[in-house]
């Protein structure tokens, strides 16, 4: 039978398993694949693996129960492997790899933040700063058959709001930064123009979360603030 892989930890992690049940109907059993330093939590795979609730809870919850006691790297829903020996030969073969980062994210939480704010308000800061973008909306709307005055503006705000989004982007990262290990940004969406996330310190997640709430604060109502976590250190494993 194919093996379900839930994550990594070292060696001499406590692996409080107790009460915990992995995927499934009925719950598989959790069982440790052991390779020298590194331990891999695992259980049977279902025949038809999809992405359930029922078992996307499980799975957080094996990572939950492992991380309240140390260092794990996560493993993403779905992986499996061929069978226990098979992932038994992986951790021999990135034993290095997954030691130093096991190393790195000890003590750490992931903390992922997402910031949008209010197109009215960005189009209306673009017009109050660009004299060109005023000149621009007066003209085309004292003459809507200004075709290429129209196209011009839009280009004009698309790229004024994307380089004011990115700048604020920038700045926002750069500004917490320092309450963290390190950080992983991620590609903007249509609906948030900043999408990044963060290792925190087991110990400066309250400071971390007040530096956010700050940010917050300082930038007004305009913008919303999205914090989520703790997490799995997903975005850096």
Known sequence: MSTYIY??????????LDGVHGIGDPAAELRTVSSGSLNAVVSDA????????RDLVAHQGVLERLMADGAALP?????VGPDDEQVRAAL????EAYTDRLKELDGCLEYHLKVSRDQDDLLREVLDESGEARRLNAVTRQNPAAHEEKMALGELISHEIQARQADEGRDMVARLTPAAVRTAVGEPSQSHFLNVSFLVKREKAAAFSQAVHEEAERRGEAYTVSLHGPLPPYSFV
């Open 92 to 95: 021999e073969e990135h034993r």
């Open 75 to 79: 493993m993403r829903f779905g992986l």
């Open 46 to 53: 279902p025949a038809q693996l999809r992405a359930k609730r």
């Open 7 to 16: 994550a990594v930890t070292a060696g001499d992690h406590p692996l409080r």
